[in-house]
């Protein structure tokens, strides 16, 4: 009786670890990267050294493909703009890679949001 309930136990513990790391690709600093770079574009690009302590926080995992592995998740990414911080919650897609730069590809991100966001932090850069 023992030993199927170590099994289990075993099992579960395994998935949690395998859920922790795929959380943790989610809030990556490659992830958070690649964010940054749909808003480096245009004029706001000269402005990009002011953008490297922006931070990605509060992330889950909304839903995983079981097939491609590709995560769905959501998360608050904060922008320093001059003297204030933009903050927008975006939704996001990755998928593991084997050959690249970063674990896991930016894939999408929903588009209300990031528009919202991208806004947003035209206007706190007067633009």
């Known amino acids: 009786m023992k030993l199927p309930v170590l099994a289990v136990l075993g099992a579960a513990l395994l998935l949690s670890a ?6 943790e ?17 245009g004029a706001i690009t000269e402005r990009s ?9 509060d992330v889950a995992i909304l839903e995983k493909d079981p097939d491609s ?3 769905s998740c959501v998360g608050t990414l904060s922008v320093p703009a001059g003297q204030q911080v933009v903050e927008g919650v975006l ?9 690249s730069d970063y674990d896991y590809l930016l894939l999408d991100t929903a588009g209300a949001n990031t528009t ?8 706190a ?3």
């Open 69 to 71: 592995g590709v995560l």
């Open 25 to 41: 690709a989610c809030a990556s600093p490659d992830v958070k990267d690649q964010l940054m770079r749909i808003f480096l574009q």
């Open 18 to 23: 395998c859920a922790k790391k795929e959380a």
């Open 116 to 123: 919202a966001l991208a806004q947003r932090l035209g206007k």
């Open 125 to 127: 850069l007067g633009q």
């Open 91 to 99: 939704q996001y897609r990755i998928a593991p890679v084997a050959k």
């Open 49 to 57: 050294p002011e953008f490297k302590d922006s931070a990605l926080r």
